[in-house]
């Protein structure tokens, strides 16, 4: 009996220890995967009574009198208003456990003009200062020294080539486009080509959605990796949705 004694608490110390690693390992995982999941990305769905999504060309479809009807609907200026939300979107490794930042905010401005049926310019911007995440931790790194907002206030994009929009959708259906243009961010302007999705709604306004691959190193930004804590892919996303209302 007088030697039973160490080894039952040696039995408790090992389980103990054991125990803590097992809480260590599954605490960031609970609390990534069930209690600090990402938003969904910022997109558009077909609207009730629209049509499923499809891919626009140039010059195609639709008649000389369609076509003048639809652009006498979406012809004019147009300024992004309440609803529009532009952020960033980053794969990332927190505690060993794999996740995905967001950060976001509702401090866009921009405007659209369309020409017949040709958007002629667009662009919009936002205040770095505004974007944020669920982790003010994060946030304190981004606005320092990864955007350093203070020295570059602002993120813009500006649209470099007109988008043929013929024939113009339905109200309701979600239409794809390919855009040219430059994104300035960091204080680096860099020209960039990706896919929207664009929706004319049954309440006027013109909804666009869109994600824009940035490489961090092409604008002279640092990986938000974190040592010992976070690490990070060394790209990550732009991701916009702007809402359009007649100027």
């Keep these: 009996m007088p030697f039973t004694r160490p080894r039952h608490w040696l039995r408790w110390l090992v389980g103990a220890i054991a125990a803590a690693a097992v809480l260590a390992a599954a605490g960031p995982f609970v609390y990534i995967h069930f209690f600090n999941r990402a938003p969904a990305a910022l997109s558009l769905t077909p609207s009730a009574g629209g049509s499923a999504s499809a891919s626009a060309s140039a010059g195609t479809g639709g008649t000389a009198a369609a076509g003048t009807a639809a652009s006498g609907a979406v012809a004019g200026t147009w300024t992004v208003g309440s609803g529009s939300v532009v952020g960033y979107r980053v794969n990332e490794v927190l505690l060993g456990q794999n996740a995905t930042a967001v950060g976001r905010t509702t401090s866009v401005s921009g405007h659209l003009t369309i020409a017949g049926t040709t958007a002629t310019a667009a662009s919009f ?23 350093d907002v ?8 500006t649209l470099t080539s007109p988008i043929d929009l013929a024939p113009l959708p339905a109200s309701g259906a979600v239409t794809s486009y390919t855009v040219h243009g430059r994104l300035t ?12 999705t664009a929706e004319r709604t049954s309440g006027g306004q013109i909804k666009v959605a869109g994600q824009i691959p940035v490489l961090f ?25 702007l809402v359009f209302s007649r100027a």
């Design 217 to 241: 190193s092409d604008y002279g930004i640092q990986n938000p990796s974190f040592a010992g804590f976070v690490t990070t892919q060394d790209h990550g996303l732009l991701e916009f949705l």
């Design 125 to 147: 911007s936002v205040p770095m200062d505004t974007v944020h995440s669920d982790k003010s931790q994060r946030d304190d790194q981004f606005d320092g020294r990864i955007m």
């Design 150 to 157: 203070a020295q570059y206030p602002t993120g813009t994009f």
């Design 185 to 196: 961010l960091h204080g680096t302007t860099r020209a960039v080509t990706f896919t929207l």
